[in-house]
T-cell receptor, first 117, second 112 residues
Framework: GAVVSQHPSRVICKSGTSVKIECRSL??????MFWYRQFPKQSLMLMAT?????????EQGVEKDKFLINHASLTLSTLTVTSAHPEDSSFYIC?????????????FGEGSRLTVL | SQQGEEDPQALSIQEGENATMNCSYK?????LQWYRQNSGRGLVHLIL?????REKHSGRLRVTLDTSKKSSSLLITASRAADTASYFC????????????FGKGITLSVRP
């Protein structure tokens, strides 16, 4: 149980276009999901906390108009990178907490590698 | 400031040896967690230890927590080549609905 599916796993786009990444909890309800960005051989940088039915909470320095987050249901959160530029190329990972568990572990998607040409 | 910092940053051992990885943190925590990440993949939760626990075991994993020193260690016994991955500690300061703060990670290489 506790599987998180993230799509697409890889995406290549042209500069100026927008890209949407989906994060789904397949067998549990996730009231809270988290979006991270990871540079090669580095740690995860938390971008924002996505709360079902409300606005996302962005970390300092993360542009909310650039990285649009929507958490419309208890099983789906999306991250849209708007007007992507080569510097947005990165590995994006989502994670979720199981609302039905008292423990605090996170369940991660497999990540999405974005390459902006 | 970095909440979780692991050391060493990289560790290379022979298959069958034990691997010990350490994590230090700065503020009080509710629990500390260890995760594993294979290259280019998502993270997998390994083990969680609460602030009132001192040691926990799960299979070949043993984690300790010393809240007085604000440090934790992850021991992998009888390592296998398949244990090659990056390992991260993450601290949870406020419980079930809070965000985790991840350390920089340790790259473990297990030579067959």
């Amino acid at each position: 149980g506790a599987v998180v599916s993230q799509h697409p796993s890889r995406v290549i786009c042209k500069s100026g276009t927008s890209v949407k990444i989906e994060c789904r909890s397949l067998d549990f309800q996730a009231t809270t999901m988290f979006w991270y960005r990871q540079f090669p051989k580095q740690s995860l940088m938390l971008m924002a906390t996505s709360n079902e039915g409300s606005k996302a909470t962005y970390e300092q320095g993360v542009e909310k108009d650039k990285f649009l987050i929507n958490h419309a249901s208890l099983t789906l959160s999306t991250l849209t990178v708007t007007s992507a530029h080569p510097e947005d190329s990165s590995f994006y990972i989502c994670s979720a907490r199981d609302a039905g568990r008292a423990t605090g572990e996170l369940f991660f998607g497999e990540g999405s590698r974005l390459t902006v040409l | 400031s970095q909440q979780g910092e692991e050391d060493p940053q990289a560790l290379s051992i022979q298959e069958g040896e034990n691997a010990t990885m350490n994590c230090s943190y700065k503020t009080s925590i509710n629990n500390l967690q260890w995760y594993r990440q294979n290259s280019g993949r998502g993270l997998v939760h390994l083990i969680l230890i609460r602030s009132n626990e001192r040691e926990k075991h799960s299979g070949r994993l043993r984690v300790t927590l010393d809240t007085s020193k604000k440090s934790s260690s992850l021991l992998i016994t009888a390592s296998r080549a398949a244990d090659t991955a990056s390992y991260f500690c993450a601290t949870d300061r406020a419980g079930a609905n809070s965000k985790l703060t991840f350390g920089k990670g340790i790259t473990l290489s297990v030579r067959p």
